[in-house]
């Protein structure tokens, strides 16, 4: 059970990776801009942090 | 000459944190290795230009068309493996010995640099048309995995990289797993974007039927077109990417905190974070249609289609996090007890809030402007609120300042205006000129304010308050302000000269200078006043030589 659990999350994990990875970087409009990337996973780290540091 | 011992860092014992302790010399190491391959990397990178290989023939023409495949296969394999084996390397990384620096190993490093350099230099010389060479670009690539390896072995001992790597166990396998099915599932995944682009298209038109007369939508060209405005809904903008990355970040997620969550009810989680981003992405494209008709179609396509999927991600992202640990449906009870290393300070939202709600803020402001921010002025407020919120979690800092610390923002001041001289001349938005006097004014106002009061308070108290201290402790409030380890002050000085994009140089020895500051008298209000130093002059030769781009 915990091997497929851990295959089954790494598999997830790539194609999900596959996916953003494979993303057209020079795309004019796209949906996840790089450019904005810095500030907007510095903004959700953040956020975790601040969230994991409360007590539910 | 023997391996030095190293330096360890106890943990707070206020936590309840039963992980070992960091070692502070092979994580400094490790810094240093990391900073080196970085400044190697993008020195090279700006120096040589491989696209013209690819008219090359033989062997010469495969390392522009598949360099970007390997590099993308790597960061799949490192953050699968990084993200697995975490735990197992804790204590490895802990017991390890980095050793003394091997000289002979950072000769071979300089030689093979060299090697790599003059190698490059003669093929990309005008001398390679034709069928192409197959043993100098091999030999090529030789030398440059020679500097890595010699770099590697020069700053942390081979014995070292053996018990990291038995620590890493089967996580590489499943890394290797990863970055294959990353390469083979990347192409295919993408044929899956007419499917999520048709889905996509059909919420956008099922969304905006009521509110708009005259709709016309062709399923076949995945356009929609209102009597003002239109769009096409290509493959970027399908919502595969978003739903990609929630995949990514919500199996890590559920991954790194197992412990905490229901399994396998908790899986159901997935789907539904995916589904919540397929709904973002149609109300995403959604808005920015009736933000095109109604009337701003320049803010549609600029600022909005820029920040808009983003901001559904942090959304998405933060409601897994939050509700998945609200619900008991999906978590154990452990989760309410905060288990992990952040633990239960209240400080840290204090410490943190007011810069977090600037970057919020920043993302609204800059998704409803198109080439100027109008609503600059609400950072301002939104930071002042916050930190007014937070007042009373301040009062055991020391704000006091010091005309050192006015002299250090002249210092950082010249460092900037010096590492800025390559920025493309900028001059006033066109849309602050075509404000009022009156309104420019204000504008200015707030602008300025920002930059000499909340941003300087706000930043400080992120990076230098939390950030370098949490690094070292988790209870990084006991961390003493006048304490002074390389790796923290590093880490933290890097990242917060990556928040400033090109700049990113000048902002990191800012950084270092802005933590000098701090630990010179332990004062917080020595590196603020730095801050704030360096930022009001900046702002004062902006606005009177009319170099917007200083800004």
């Known amino acids: ?6 295959f089954i999350t790494v598999a997830l994990m790539a194609i999900g990776t596959a996916l953003v990875a494979s993303a057209s970087v020079g795309a004019r409009a796209p949906e996840i801009d790089g450019a904005s990337a810095m500030s907007a996973l510095t903004l959700l780290s953040g956020a975790l942090v601040v969230l994991r540091s409360r007590k539910r | ?11 707070s014992p206020t936590t309840m944190d039963s992980s070992p302790p960091y070692n502070s010399i092979l994580l400094r190491r490790f810094g240093i290795l990391s900073l080196l391959f970085v400044l190697e990397l993008v020195a090279l990178t700006s120096w040589l230009d491989t696209g013209i290989w690819l008219r090359s023939g033989g062997i010469l023409q495969f390392i522009p068309f598949y360099g970007p495949w390997i590099l993308r296969s790597s960061v799949a394999f490192g953050f699968v493996t990084l993200v697995g084996a975490f735990p197992r390397l804790r204590p490895v990384l802990a017991e390890s010995q980095a050793g003394p620096i091997r000289w002979a190993w950072a000769g071979i490093h300089v030689l093979a640099i060299g090697a790599f350099v003059a190698g490059g230099a003669y093929l990309a010389s005008a001398k390679l048309a034709g069928p192409g060479p197959v043993l100098a670009p091999l030999l090529w690539l030789m030398a440059g995995m020679m500097a890595i390896v010699s770099a590697a072995l020069t700053l942390v001992s081979g014995s070292a990289w053996a018990a990291i790597g038995r620590g890493v166990g089967r996580f590489a396998g499943y890394g290797f797993l990863a970055a294959a099915g990353a390469s083979l599932l990347g192409a295919a995944a ?3 974007w007419k499917p999520v682009a048709a889905l996509a298209f059909n919420g ?3 969304v905006l039927r009521p509110f708009i007369a005259g709709l016309t939508a062709d399923p076949l060209a995945l356009t929609v077109i209102t009597p003002r405005f239109g769009v096409e809904i290509a493959r970027e903008c399908s919502g595969l990417e978003g739903m990609g990355l929630m995949l990514a970040f919500s199996s890590a997620w559920l991954w790194f905190y197992r412990d905490e969550f229901r399994f396998p009810r908790a899986l159901l989680l997935l789907p539904i974070s995916i589904a919540a981003m397929m709904g973002l992405n149609i109300v995403r494209v959604a808005s920015l249609i009736a933000v095109g008709h109604f009337g701003w179609p320049e803010v549609a396509l600029g600022g909005f289609h820029s920040q808009a999927g983003w901001i559904a991600f942090n959304l998405a992202a933060v409601a897994l996090a939050a509700g998945s640990r609200s619900l008991p449906w999906f978590t154990h009870a452990k989760a309410a007890t905060g288990s992990d290393h952040t633990g239960t300070d209240p400080k840290v939202a204090a410490y943190l809030v007011p810069f977090l709600a600037i970057l919020a803020t920043g993302m609204i402001t800059r998704a409803t402007s198109h080439g100027f921010e109008w609503l600059y002025p609400l950072r301002f407020v939104v930071a002042a609120s916050a930190l007014w919120w937070y007042r009373r979690e301040y009062r055991d800092i020391r704000w006091s300042m010091s005309w050192f610390g006015v002299g250090l923002g002249v210092v950082v001041l010249a460092l900037w205006m010096g590492l ?3 920025l493309a001349p900028a001059s006033p938005p066109e849309g602050f000129r075509q404000l009022p006097q009156s309104l420019q004014f204000v504008w200015l106002g707030f602008r300025v304010l920002a930059a000499v009061v909340t941003v300087p308070i706000a930043e400080e108290l992120a990076f230098r308050g939390f950030l370098q201290r ?3 402790s988790a209870d990084f409030s006991s961390v003493d302000w006048q304490s002074f380890l390389w790796m923290p002050v590093l880490l933290s000085s890097l990242l917060f000269g990556f928040m400033h994009g090109e700049l990113w140089v000048a902002g990191t020895l800012s950084g270092l200078l802005f933590s000098f500051a701090v630990k010179r008298n332990g004062r917080l209000g020595d590196a603020v006043a730095a801050h704030a ?4 002059m900046l702002a004062g030769y902006a606005l009177f030589s009319g170099n917007w781009q200083y800004w």
């Open chain 1, 1 to 6: 059970m915990k091997t497929a659990r851990t």
């Open chain 2, 1 to 11: 000459m023997g391996p030095s011992s190293s330096t360890v860092i106890a943990s």
């Open chain 2, 190 to 192: 993408w044929r899956a």
């Open chain 2, 204 to 206: 956008v038109v099922f």
């Open chain 2, 420 to 422: 800025s001289r390559g």
């Open chain 2, 470 to 472: 949490r690094l070292v």
């Open chain 2, 533 to 536: 130093t360096a930022n009001l």
